[in-house]
Structures are given as C-alpha cells and as structure tokens.
C-alpha cells in the first residue's frame, strides 16, 4: 500500500489514498487535506510516505491509511457537536483531524500516558494558526492520564457514563475495555485494535452502541500497533 499512496505533498499523499479507495468520503479527504501531516511527523522528508513512523517513546504516528480506516469507520458519529475522545493521541495528529470532522462545536479530547507525549501532540497541533485557535478555544484539550479508563470530560456525568460520541483507540488493548463501552454514548462507535487471546496477533473491532443501550462487536481486519500499556517507568 505504501508503495501506491505515498506522494511529495500533503494534497498528493491525500489524493493517492482516495485515488486508491482507501479514503472514500469527500469529508474525510477535505478534513485530512486540511491538516499538513508534516507538522506531526519526525521528519519532513518523511511525512507524506505511507507508512508508520517512529515519535520516540516506543510510539508511532500510524500509517495514513490506517488514520484514513479509522476516520472512515468512525465517520457517521463524526459531525457538528460531536464529542470524540482519542485514546493514544501521540503525535496528534488524528486528534487535529477529527476536530476538522466535528465542527462547529465539537470537541476533542486525547488522551496520552506519555507527559512528552501529550506535550509533542499539543506542539504540533500548536504549528499551524488554525491548530492554536482549535487549543485555545477548547476545541481540542490534550491531557495526561491511563485511557484503558477512558477520560471523564469537564461537565460530563460522574463516570463520563455515555458521553462521547466516537472513541478512537489508537493502541492494542488487552480487551475491549468496559469502561470505554460505558463511556460511549446512546448511540455511539468505538475503533479499538484489540489483541486475541494468543497475544500474537491483533484486529481492529468496531464497537456500537444503539440508541437503547445495545452494545455490538465487529471484527473487522487484522493490524499490527503499539500496545495499550500502563506507561513506562
Ligand atoms: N494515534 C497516534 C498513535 C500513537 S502510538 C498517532 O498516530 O500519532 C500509540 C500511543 O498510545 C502512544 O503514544 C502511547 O504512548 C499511547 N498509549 C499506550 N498505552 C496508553 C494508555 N494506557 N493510555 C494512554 N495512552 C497510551
């Protein structure tokens, strides 16, 4: 795939990937053209190359087309006034493309384990003068703190029970989490890769919620990501 994607610039890496049915929704290219994926990558020669690369912390920016899978599945619980938590947000970049998706009036938050982490995440968002206006509007708001537990946003009800709109996990975990099932709203979606029970391989699983409160599970494709851990001592 990276081989077809890749391109010298944002709009060439982002037109390849819907050239190639990777990206299939006009608000998604519009959204992921509109965030320069350079700001969020270690280096600039590398940006627009499909392929994961390393932000230290033993974390990754995914690969393009797995940012593009994860917004095209998530897609329909990303609108004006949604709320999207983003477990993992490492370089940020995600988090910048789905405060894009939700306007006006979304928010976004991301969560990282990783002090540096959620620092890096704020400073690249922090590179482009619509990145700090989506900071200091609380648009987008990056914090500290374990997202197997998911994050209980200011104003939400005690537990953060069924509040966010869409959440994205952006690191295996051990198990579709309860919490984060709590935490989703009626109805709701959930991208999570969770490893199977061998611990060799992982798949991406969307998780619904209904609007009665009916919670169903679809395993969609197999991907290889960094785990969801307790942080590194
Ligand atoms: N979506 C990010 C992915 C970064 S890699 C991007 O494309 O840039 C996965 C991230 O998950 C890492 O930054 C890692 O620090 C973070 N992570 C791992 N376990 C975590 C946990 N329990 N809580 C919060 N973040 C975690």
Not at 193 to 212: A, H, N, R
Request: proline share 6%; with cysteine; net charge neutral.
């Amino acid at each position: 795939m990276a081989w077809r994607c890749s391109g010298a610039s944002n709009r060439e890496l982002v037109e390849n990937l819907f050239q190639n049915g990777l990206i299939e929704s006009p608000r998604v290219k519009g959204a992921m053209l509109s965030v320069d994926r350079a700001h969020f990558c270690p280096s600039p020669n590398t940006a627009y190359l499909d392929t994961p690369q390393s932000i230290g912390h033993s974390a990754t920016i995914s690969a393009p087309h797995m940012h593009a899978s994860a917004l095209e599945s998530l897609l329909p619980y990303l609108n004006a006034g949604s709320r999207v938590l983003d477990i993992g947000s490492g370089s940020g970049y995600l988090t910048a493309v789905l405060a894009e998706l939700v306007q006006p009036g979304g928010r976004v938050v991301g969560v990282e384990h990783i002090r540096e982490l959620k620092e890096l995440g704020e400073r690249n968002l922090g590179r482009s003068q619509r990145g700090r206006e989506l900071l200091s509007d609380g648009t987008v708001e990056f914090v500290v703190g374990d997202g197997r537990r998911g994050w209980v946003d200011r104003g939400a009800p005690e537990g953060g029970k069924e509040y966010w709109d869409a959440i994205h996990v952006g690191a295996a975990a051990g198990e579709v989490h309860g919490g984060l099932v709590e935490q989703l709203r009626r109805p709701g979606r959930m991208f999570i890769p969770v490893e199977d029970t061998s611990g060799l391989d992982q798949y991406i699983w969307l998780v619904d919620k209904d609007k009665e409160g009916n919670v169903n599970k679809k395993k969609l494709y197999g991907v290889r990501y960094v785990p969801l851990t307790d942080p590194p001592r």
